[in-house]
């Protein structure tokens, strides 16, 4: 019948975001209980966060220019180009910095984290590790997950700063406008929601980052393709959930604290 | 040498040959009071007919148990079943006297960490040099540097592989790496041994120092243990020879005896339709054991 791929579907999306569920709270709750693996957490926190910085850094930097770039030449039309640091800055702050680096460290780090446990799987390294008496999500997981909520709010105050950076590269050498102005504006309509709003994301992002690329990589099938497979879910979900989460959290966050 | 995990005793006696399995009759094997594993009406699935159907049989302490049948027909997710890998969707396993088919994984690590396995293609950890391979165990256990080295220069000397102490599992051939599994498994001391297809795969000469070695664990240790394989060859080596500690190599047994404590199992399209010695198996009128036998 026509109904069954629907029905089949409609139980498979279910079923996974139930499996999703326990899997999360699993390694969550693991934090709480020893065996805690402090050495795994720093490794991870060393790939993740000091393998990510150039990209992340790179990103940030023609991104911030973008921006200046973009905004200038619209605010030109109202004769309103010395806000440019104050708009580049508040952006970036806001939601680019957080958006942008969750979904750079996505594509680096869920990638590698679903390959790397799929990989596992198909060789049965994590039944040996099993029956070996460790528990995967104990040692592989938790580590990986908290080591990328951690290092993911570091490396998004990072972007930040070079987002700022580089509009004022641009705003100084292309626009040929003033640095201290920009640099001013930038500072001064700063306030404490906009910091906020900024960290809070990067948060919630590197957990959807490593939880749905460790997530991925431990329900492998299927020998390599199947790896194949698990590292494309991983970045493709991780990206758009991060990007639904952000709209989600922007609503919220700017309930909690409305412009002023 | 390991520190044996009991001091094997060459006069126990050996257990009562099982027969092979009649029509109506349970397969239990006539073990003691309590095995070490004791499957009681075991049947498991995945999204579709049945894998294995209402399989019942026991391992007695100091048994070991070959597991026949043709590839795919559930021989490795039996062994899954064992440590608790995998939950049965029906029926009852006990290890060590514990009903474990609806425990909790959480706490079914303590008692997986008293067996030892041994996966098809050995399973190493890749980004682990051999010496923390065998020793990840002990390592989690926060045992002291020293006596890791000490324990996985004693493993690996038993597989007759110390060199390879500092290599990585990437360098090992096939047979090397089947052989860090095994140390990998005996270092732990475990009191129950599960064999995956040691020999899959393998040339007939590195099978060959395989089955050595797991002769050796059997008749030095006399741990219990359970082998899967579809290789007859193998099987019928392990059930025909004994380790001879003074040669330092594997023998036949003299008059064409075979050792008592291993029986045989055999699996067709998810049921258990052997359960005995292997002069039930050869003398067996079960049309498909014979066609596997031929």
Not at chain 2, 1 to 15: G, S, T, V
Not at chain 2, 31 to 45: D, E, H, K, L, T
């Given at each position: ?106 594509g680096r780090n869920a990638s590698s984290m679903a390959s790397e446990l799929g990989s596992m799987v198909v ?48 705003t100084v050498f292309m626009n040929h406008q003033n640095g201290t102005q920009y640099f001013s504006q930038a ?74 | ?192 041994l599960l064999y995956d297809s040691p020999t899959g795969g393998l040339d007939p000469i590195t099978s060959t ?86």
């Amino acid at each position: 019948m026509a109904i069954d791929p629907i029905e089949r579907t409609a139980k498979n999306i279910v079923g996974t975001v139930q499996d999703y569920s326990l899997f999360a709270q699993r390694a969550v709750l693991n934090l709480f209980r020893p065996p805690r693996y402090w050495i795994d957490f720093m490794l991870q926190c060393n790939i993740i966060g000091v393998g990510s910085t150039p990209i992340v850094l790179i990103s940030g930097f023609f991104t911030g220019g973008v921006l200046a770039l973009q905004s200038a030449a619209t605010l030109s039309e109202f004769g309103a180009t010395a806000v440019t640091g104050r708009f580049v800055s508040l952006t970036m702050i806001r939601e680019l910095g957080p958006v942008l680096t969750g979904i750079m460290v996505a594509g680096r780090n869920a990638s590698s984290m679903a390959s790397e446990l799929g990989s596992m799987v198909v060789t049965e390294q994590i039944d040996a590790m099993r029956a070996l008496g460790v528990d995967p999500i104990r040692k592989l997981v938790t580590p990986r997950l908290f080591a990328c909520v951690f290092m993911l709010f570091f490396l998004t105050i990072l972007a930040d700063a070079v987002g700022i950076t580089g509009g004022a590269f641009v705003t100084v050498f292309m626009n040929h406008q003033n640095g201290t102005q920009y640099f001013s504006q930038a500072w001064e309509h700063l306030t404490y929601s906009d910091i906020v709003q900024g960290l809070v994301k990067p948060l919630v992002s590197g957990f959807i980052v490593a939880s749905l690329g460790c997530f991925y990589g431990m329900r492998t099938t299927g020998g390599t393709e199947g790896v194949g497979r698990s590292t494309i879910d991983a970045v493709v979900f991780s990206s758009v959930i991060i990007i639904f989460a952000d709209f989600l959290m922007t609503q919220v966050l700017l309930t909690l604290f409305p412009p002023i | 040498m390991i520190e044996l995990p009991h001091p094997a005793e060459p006069n126990l006696p050996p257990p009562a040959p099982p027969g092979p399995v009649q029509e109506g009759q349970v397969p239990i094997s006539p073990a003691g009071p309590s095995p070490v594993v004791a499957f009681r009406n075991v049947s498991i699935a995945f999204e579709g007919p049945p894998v294995l159907e209402d399989i019942t049989f026991s391992i007695a302490s100091g048994e070991t148990r070959i597991l026949l049948g043709p590839a795919g027909v559930g021989k490795s997710v039996l062994l899954k079943l064992i440590n608790g890998l995998l939950q049965p969707d029906q029926g009852s396993i006990q290890l060590f006297g514990e009903e474990i088919a609806t425990m909790t994984e959480e706490r079914l690590f303590p008692l997986r960490t008293r067996t030892g396995m041994v996966f098809q293609e050995g399973a190493l950890f890749d980004s682990l040099s051999v010496r923390d391979n065998v020793a990840y165990q002990l390592i989690q256990e926060r045992v002291p540097d020293e006596e890791i080295d000490r324990r996985v220069h004693e493993a690996l000397t038993f597989v007759e592989l110390d060199s390879t102490f500092d290599l990585f599992p990437g360098s090992l051939s096939g047979g090397m790496r089947r052989r860090v599994a095994i140390a990998r498994a005996l270092i732990h001391q475990p009191e129950l041994l599960l064999y995956d297809s040691p020999t899959g795969g393998l040339d007939p000469i590195t099978s060959t120092t395989i089955v050595e070695l797991i002769v050796k664990e059997r008749d030095v240790f006399r741990t219990p243990s359970i082998l899967v394989t579809h290789r007859l060859q193998d099987a019928f080596t392990l059930c025909t020879h004994r380790f001879d500690t003074e040669l330092g190599h594997m023998v036949p047994i003299p008059n064409g005896q075979t050792d008592p404590s291993t029986t045989f199992l055999m699996l067709e399209e998810g049921r258990l339709i052997f359960n005995g010695s292997l002069h039930d198996l050869l003398h067996t009128d079960n049309k498909f054991v014979r066609e596997f036998l031929e």
